[in-house]
């Protein structure tokens, strides 16, 4: 639906210094599917802007190339499929929900009756039935961007590009806004959007960009983003020895072999009653981590356990967060450039 190849683009600044070239998309290269609710994330000045007002054909680029529907970025082709939400939106205040709708289609060349017919059902898809006769001054941000969101789909673009959706607005605000997201995802629509709220990408978007200095640093889905797996943090869950074994009291002998273990729920207080049947689905298991630099200290680690009685029931390496993956690629780019 989105092809970005290669893409680059070129400003010419002023400063006191004089003239400068300001390169804002050095080889930028993207691939967003139909159907897909695609995030592009990015530190200030990352090149997001660009790479979005390029799609929409507002700017050109200086290379590369960008098409939307197998249609160059910019052709009336790509744009009539194309619906666009502006980080700032503005409605004259004097309209209602539905005069501003109305305003909008008409720029689209829709007739009277599409336009009403049109304009009920955005207004039910957005949630703002009833309220559609109300000035624009009495709403709510949230509101607001909701309006915003019937207006970008007013010509029933297949491709809706979203500027920072969620941006200023309240917990309630943002929750109306991605179940609107929800809906239209369900009704098959593509959507790409930008933002800088990790938290509300990772609970909208199927896929995602991580954008640094003019290029796509990774794209793809978070869970694969994020599988980067650390020995940091290992943790271990295990069940308890069986009587006999020369761990005789469990929490104590983990405690003395493995000073920097970290029990979760609190180390245990009181002596743990060993196993008498590891086999029974109610065996006494304890979960707790360990600092570990490498596999051969992780099979260490097992193989002391094991030979102690201890039972191995699981063991997971720390998954990085979203926030540590972005963290992670911005500041290689950073390194790189
Ligand atoms: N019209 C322009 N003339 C000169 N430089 C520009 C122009 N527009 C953007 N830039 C520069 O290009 C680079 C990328 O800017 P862009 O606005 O695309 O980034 P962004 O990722 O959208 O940033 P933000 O998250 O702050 O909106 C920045 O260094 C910016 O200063």
Redesign the pocket.
């Known amino acids: 639906m989105i092809d970005v190849s290669d893409l680059k683009k070129k400003?010419?600044?002023w400063s006191f210094r004089g003239r400068h070239v300001?390169e804002?998309l050095r080889g930028a290269s993207l691939q967003v599917r139909a159907g897909e609710v695609f995030g592009l994330l990015?530190?200030?000045?990352?090149?997001?802007?660009?790479?979005i007002k390029i799609l929409l054909g507002v700017i050109r680029s200086s290379s590369g190339s960008a098409s939307l529907f197998g249609e160059p970025a910019g052709s009336i082709a790509a744009r009539m499929r194309v619906g666009y939400l502006p980080e700032s939106l503005r409605v004259d205040r004097h309209h209602s929900a539905r005069s501003a709708l109305r305003y909008y289609a008409r720029m689209s060349q829709m007739s009277g009756a599409e336009i009403n017919r049109r304009s009920d059902e955005l207004l039910e898809l957005v949630g703002l039935r009833g309220r559609d006769r109300e000035s624009v001054r009495q709403f709510s941000k949230g509101m607001y961007q909701r309006l915003g969101l019937a207006q970008a789909l007013m010509h029933d673009p297949d491709l809706l590009v979203l500027d920072e959706p969620t941006d200023g607005l309240d917990p309630v605000g943002r929750n109306e806004v991605r179940k609107v997201i929800d809906r239209l995802r369900e009704s098959g629509k593509t959507i790409f959007l930008?933002s800088?709220i990790l938290q509300e990408v990772e609970l909208i978007c199927s896929r995602v960009a991580i954008?640094s200095h003019?290029k796509i640093c990774v794209a793809g889905r978070i869970d694969e983003l994020t599988q980067f797996d650390r020995f940091e943090e290992v943790a271990f869950e295990v069940a308890m020895p069986a009587p006999g074994s020369s761990a005789q009291d469990p929490a104590q002998w983990l405690r003395q072999t493995f000073p920097a273990i970290q029990f979760a729920g609190g180390t245990p207080s009181d002596p743990i009653p060993s196993a008498t049947d590891l086999d029974a689905p109610h065996a006494m298991t304890l979960e707790f981590t360990l600092p570990l630099s490498s596999q051969s200290e992780v099979d260490d680690v097992v193989d002391g356990l094991r030979r102690n009685g201890f039972s191995l029931r699981g063991l997971k390496l720390k998954r990085e967060s979203f926030e540590e993956t972005f963290m992670r690629e911005v500041s290689r780019s950073k390194e790189t450039t």
């Open positions: 400003y010419s600044a300001v804002a990015g530190p200030n000045g990352a090149g997001k802007t660009t790479l930008n800088h954008m003019g």
